[in-house]
């Protein structure tokens, strides 16, 4: 039973300002001690919660280094840090520990991680890292990567560690083939890792917990911290819900804020059954819930609470505004899904001009990454600018991936993803050959790719332990081996006494890195724009000027390896219209916001039709798109959408039937073109039953080139055989019977399905 707020004494009074604050928000910051469960609607102000509730048990008299605040991205960390120092000033809180699970451990393990075997000096492999060594993993094992994709497996090994799963204990439990194959994988995953002193993302977690099983370090953060806060909860996982639990057994004080209406990511493996365990784990908990909203008009909240209020096993809430004064969500049906982008297009373009929208108002919500493209080439013929979440990262692009590499490889010479990357970057006469040569010769005398390096260039007679015989390459290859080898240790030896940006500039002189990218670069423009990436790296290094040579290595590479898609947006307002999924928009908000693509099969997923888990979890991110739009809202579904090669008629998505007809206001498709085949505009309420059993007759497809029993492929799924077809429009939905998956209805134009 949760307890209630009179259960406690009456608080103090505190000069932080209070009197802003409803009074639930009020409860909450004030709550003295014991647990606390906070369900934060959206815009209902928690971060200004957390900040204001840290502020006030610092002027309670709770040290602020005794308090732990834990939260999911560097950009909310950069938030609630910053609102921090605005309320108590910057002395006190940068003593308090603030910042993602992620970046806590990591302070944790450099700490004190050598105590469970962790090297200090540890690196971190973000998952490009993590593909590679999969890949290489794959190619040990002579396993094929066509039938058993690299993405597929390290998706299956990086669920089982989050939720704790051990590798022995996976090995001896697998279920299907897949999950063998998966075992093997990553017990080769795991000893590369290992060879190359790197932990990636899980392990950053599990390495942490596993810390706390030593008496010494679990009693002396017992003792550390008073009050444990931890935003997002709904998006814990097993193990991050394990850890907020070891942190703050010694005090007791965990508050969780979190809310299971916005619980979008169960493939990153969050729980949404930690609200519960919460709950059941600390029976004296109070609860607080936020349902005043400060971002949306009234208009756009009903709409929002009528999708998330037929959610099944919901504990009935509601958002409520004081903001009544705003049109009602606009429903649009276009043709395709270009005149979809034409809408948002033309409505943007309109809105400029009278001057009731800034570019940087707007914001376009999808389910798919692949939906932008539309969306793209209709703003770049209208002349808006705009910026695209999710594209090729800035840390993600050739040339900087290349200069981290360098920098990886002089902080950690066993780091052999980085060596392999590198070692002919610029071109210097090492080919692959030689480079097959280095690591098979490694894996087979327990070295480093460099130290195969070094001994093949008569360097480094330490690596041969004076009895080995050096690798075999070629008087060439063993001369740039020589001159690359020597390039990392003089940067190293730089790295200890220069700073960081410094380091970096000589590397380019040396290996003369310009030149060589201009050879490679098609045209002068983009030789010019790579360039000027590298030239952002070195300003990027040069803000790590006042930490001291080394330590300033290890902090850069470490903030590289942490950073995430949503941290790369800038913190100000855009001055584009932001085209952007659904999921990343978690935790934004925008004037004008436009969902397209509202159709079945995007939004519900396809991959979701046959699991009600993930049905509920698609209507809760409908309602977390809903709920970003702050002064409109514009909903859009096509009538026909070409997507992946084909086109065909999707159903409108069942979630537009669930708003009531006087939550919205329609707005039609104009007049088809001269020449297109379409079908007249509805002019009714859009009903999920109206499209149940349009062009719904057993079918064999002939345009999909699939029939019944045809043993089929698919990339994730794997081998199956196909049970039955429908035909919708042109297209087809297809069920098909897999091997380690079970029984799945896919679309036939986006499944990619291939006979096997």
């Not at 444990?228 to 193990?239: C, G, K, R």
């Not at 819900?241 to 508050?255: D, E, F, I």
């Not at 998330?308 to 809430?317: E, G, M, T, V, Y």
């Not at 049109?327 to 982008?341: N, T, V």
Request: aromatic share 8%.
């Amino acid at each position: 039973m949760l307890a209630a707020m009179s259960d406690f004494p009456a608080s103090p009074l505190t000069s932080i300002d209070l009197e802003h604050l409803n009074d639930a928000q009020r409860a909450a910051v004030t709550h003295p001690h014991g647990p606390l469960l906070v369900i934060a609607g959206p815009g209902s102000g928690k971060t200004r919660v957390i900040t204001h509730r840290i502020a006030w048990l610092i002027e309670q008299g709770t040290p602020p280094w005794r308090i732990l605040a834990v939260t999911f991205t560097n950009r909310a960390a950069r938030e609630m840090r910053s609102r921090l120092e605005s309320l108590i000033g910057t002395d006190d809180s940068d003593k308090v520990w603030l910042g993602t699970f992620h970046r806590i451990c990591v302070r944790m393990l450099r700490s004190q991680g050598q105590e469970i075997g962790v090297p200090r000096n540890f690196v971190i492999f973000d998952s490009d890292d993590q593909m590679q060594v999969v890949r290489s993993a794959l190619k040990d094992l002579q396993i094929d990567p066509k039938q058993y994709p690299p993405r597929a497996l390290l998706s299956r090994i990086s669920r089982a560690k989050s939720e704790g799963t051990s590798e022995q204990d996976f090995a001896a439990s697998t279920g299907s083939y897949f999950d063998e194959i998966a075992g093997r994988v990553w017990a080769r995953y795991t000893s590369q890792l290992n060879e190359a002193a790197a932990l990636d993302f899980d392990d950053l977690l599990l390495k942490t917990l596993d810390l706390f099983e030593v008496d010494s370090v679990r009693r002396t953060y017992e003792e550390r911290f008073d009050h444990v806060l931890v935003d997002e909860f709904q998006d814990t996982s097993t193990i991050q819900y394990q850890l907020a639990r070891a942190w703050s057994a010694g005090s007791g004080n965990l508050t969780v804020v979190g809310d299971p209406d916005q619980s979008i990511y169960s493939w990153r493996s969050a729980d949404i059954r930690n609200l519960n365990y919460f709950v059941r784990d600390h029976s004296d908990a109070t609860e607080v819930q936020l349902n005043n909203n400060y971002r949306s008009t009234q208009q756009i909240l009903d709409a929002a609470n009528a999708v998330i209020d037929r959610a099944s096993n919901r504990i009935k809430r509601r958002l409520v505004t004081d903001n009544h004064d705003g049109p009602l969500p606009r429903l649009h049906e276009a043709y395709s899904e270009s005149d979809e982008a034409e809408y948002v297009s033309g409505y943007v373009e309109r809105g400029l001009r009278d001057g009731s929208i800034r570019s940087g108002d707007a914001a376009v919500l999808y389910r798919t990454n692949a939906q932008s493209r539309a969306i793209e080439e209709s703003l770049v013929q209208h002349g808006i600018p705009y910026r695209l979440v999710g594209a090729t990262r800035f840390y993600d692009r050739r040339e900087v991936r290349d200069l981290l590499a360098y920098l990886r490889l002089v902080r950690n010479p066993s780091d052999a993803v980085a060596f392999t990357r590198i070692a002919n970057v610029p071109t210097r006469g090492i080919g692959a050959r030689t480079l097959e040569t280095l690591i098979d010769w490694a894996a087979n005398h327990t070295r480093s790719p460099f130290q195969a390096a070094a001994a093949a260039a008569g360097i480094d007679s330490d690596a041969l332990g004076g009895y080995l015989k050096p690798p075999d390459v070629s008087r060439r290859a063993a001369a740039s081996l020589k001159e690359f080898v020597t390039l990392i240790e003089e940067a190293r030896a730089q790295a200890s006494r220069e700073p960081l940006a410094d380091v970096l500039r000589a590397i380019l002189v040396k290996t003369r890195y310009r030149e060589w990218l201009v050879r490679q670069s098609d045209t002068e423009t983009e030789a010019e724009s790579r360039w000027e990436n590298v030239q952002e790296l070195i300003t990027v290094t040069e803000n790590y000027a006042e930490i001291a040579p080394g330590a300033a290595l290890d902090a850069f590479l470490e903030d590289v390896a942490l950073v995430a898609d949503v941290d790369d947006l800038p913190d100000g307002p855009p001055d584009a219209v932001t085209l952007i999924t659904l999921h990343q928009a978690k935790g934004l908000e925008f004037p004008v916001v436009f969902m397209v693509g509202m159709e079945e099969y995007l939004l519900p997923h396809q991959l979701s039709m046959d699991d009600p888990n993930q049905l509920q979890e698609e209507r809760r991110l409908c309602y977390v798109g809903m709920t970003r739009a702050m002064r409109e809202l514009h909903l859009l579904y096509a009538f026909r959408r070409a997507f992946q090669g084909r086109s065909g008629h999707n159903p409108p998505s069942r979630f537009l039937a669930d708003i009531p007809e006087e939550l919205l206001q329609r707005h039609q498709r104009q007049q088809a073109r001269v020449g297109e085949d379409v079908r007249p505009a509805r002019n009714r309420t859009v009903r999920w039953d109206d499209f149940d059993s349009v062009d719904a007759e057993p079918v064999t497809a002939p345009s999909v080139g699939l029939k019944e029993g045809d043993e089929v492929s698919h990339e994730i799924f794997g081998d199956g055989v196909v049970l039955s077809l429908r035909a919708i429009g042109r297209d087809a939905e297809v069920t098909v019977r897999f091997a380690d998956t079970g029984v799945k209805r896919l679309l036939a134009s986006m499944a990619n399905l291939t006979r096997a």
